[in-house]
């Protein structure tokens, strides 16, 4: 799969939004930047799935729905340990493993994780998280098999 | 139609203050810097969250600049979600590395309080700051270290 003219099409939609003037002149100049910046990046070897991960699109359109009502769910509960007046907080540093094939859905999991309030990944080494999560007895797992089910499944079969 | 947005502008507005300023109160309140961490991240991501859907609900509302603002608004909240957990997790791993050990209850329990502990309201609850890295800390540190390398 070749990316380059996805990079392409992005940075021009951005140049294209972010600008919002359709004058040729701006286009001839968009059009100049883009086409080097491309050049650019593929000359150094940056594109590539891990940096421009286009074959997630289509399933993160269902993921991310998902994991902003998890974040909502997560930052309620946080916020409700943070104003109760006892403040029952029990730390700790809990292990997941993480099924994903490829880093960089062992690198979505991790951010999911963090993303959510309560839990933070702070290491992982190979298949391991290492996860901090400020109360200990409502990590009882199936939560965060459900995240790394979905994030399995986002990441897919490799299309490449 | 208009007062329908600008109430639910309005709401937007309100709720993501409400958790910035509980983020806030947890970075008083939590009793360690992991902990503070997850108070943290509520800021960044509800409290942002909400104020920015809030505002893009209100220069959807407000219609001069229709697509310009808008768009910006949800790039802003894109970056500001790809990246914030980085950096909380950078922190989280530096400050394992540097021999903080996490607050847990059974230390707080036994009285061997890693940190400032307690919000000062329970007796006996007084602030106690170690510098981080002493002796057991410091131990503990490799340990962890060794553990968290990827």
Redesign the interface.
Known sequence: MNRAPWLWGILFALWLLLSWHFEPLFIIFGLFTCTVAVWVSVRMGVVDRESLPVHLIGRAVGYVPWLVWEVFRSNVRVARIILSPRMLVDPSIVHFRASQATDLGRFIYANSITLTPGTVTTGVTGDDMEVHAIVQSEIDGSEENDMNRRVAVLEGKDPR | MDMALTVLTWALLMAGA??LL??A??MV????V??R???A??TD??GA?LILAGLFVHALSAGD?L??VP??LLLILGFL??T???A??AT??AA?SGGVR????AAAESGDLPESAG?GEEPGGARQLTPPGDGSGAGQSGEEQG????
């Open positions: 409400f958790f509980t983020g109160l947890g309140r939590l009793p360690d992991f902990t961490m997850h108070a991240g509520m991501t509800m969250g600049q697509v310009a768009v910006r979600w790809f914030s957990p980085i909380t997790h989280a791993k394992l996490p607050f847990t209850l919000s553990g968290a390398s990827s």
